[in-house]
T-cell receptor, first 114, second 115 residues
Framework: QKEVEQDPGPLSVPEGAIVSLNCTYS??????FMWYRQYSRKGPELLMY????GNKEDGRFTAQVDKSSKYISLFIRDSQPSDSATYLC??????????????FGKGTKLSVKP | KAGVTQTPRYLIKTRGQQVTLSCSPI?????VSWYQQTPGQGLQFLFE???????NKGNFPGRFSGRQFSNSRSEMNVSTLELGDSALYLC??????????????FGQGTRLTVV
């Protein structure tokens, strides 16, 4: 079993839809959870960064972490064609203070149709 | 504030050659991590440097190495290139607050093609 599982999609939605992206993980020691957006031929761009369980909202984006279920989600409200990209979840341990080692899901490719 | 700068953006090398990639982190950031991204394996951690010291290493062969300079710039080197080394190599920059790293910001990557 991989440490982080993410459905690769592709996921296609109409403009204005609510998008739900999810990852599950196996290592209960993960403490930090991130969502990155990656456009084609670009580096990943940090969208959301959360510590431990709970919700975090930033504009149209909401990140949820449920550590008891080892499940994290990213919701995108009022999706736009410009949201079309690959979304990567990432997480890290808290050992020795280093967050250098991020464990990534393989990414979900999202397409928002006008 | 300038972002993470990786050079070169594209590189084509022949099997058996070696290659050096460069990363300049965000000004003030002292931690640099390197990742390999391929369609099959996704993003995989190579190593992390902080204050010129390797702090963490992923599960890659010894052909992959790196270093960090006193100005926090980092280089990674791959020797004896193999076809399977073709990938997007990404550098991530972060800072330290106390004992913890802050959020990681990525560069645009170097696309390496081995022929």
């Amino acid at each position: 079993q991989k440490e982080v599982e993410q459905d690769p999609g592709p996921l296609s939605v109409p403009e204005g839809a609510i998008v739900s992206l999810n990852c599950t993980y196996s290592n209960s020691a993960f403490q930090y959870f991130m969502w990155y957006r990656q456009y084609s031929r670009k580096g990943p761009e940090l969208l959301m960064y959360t510590y431990s369980s709970g919700n975090k909202e930033d504009g149209r984006f909401t990140a949820q972490v449920d550590k008891s279920s080892k499940y994290i989600s990213l919701f995108i409200r009022d999706s736009q064609p410009s949201d079309s990209a690959t979304y990567l979840c990432a997480m890290s341990l808290n050992y020795g203070g280093s967050q250098g080692n991020l464990i990534f899901g393989k990414g979900t490719k999202l397409s928002v149709k006008p | 504030k300038a972002g993470v700068t990786q050079t070169p953006r594209y590189l084509i090398k022949t099997r058996g050659q070696q290659v050096t990639l460069s990363c300049s982190p965000i000004s003030g950031h002292r931690s640099v991590s390197w990742y390999q991204q391929t369609p099959g394996q996704g993003l995989q951690f190579l190593f992390e440097y902080f204050s010129e010291t390797q702090r963490n290493k992923g599960n890659f062969p010894g052909r992959f190495s790196g270093r960090q300079f006193s100005n926090s710039r980092s280089e990674m080197n791959v020797s004896t290139l193999e076809l399977g080394d073709s990938a997007l190599y990404l550098c991530a920059s972060s800072d330290r607050r106390g004992a913890m790293n802050t959020e990681a910001f990525f560069g645009q990557g170097t696309r390496l093609t081995v022929v």
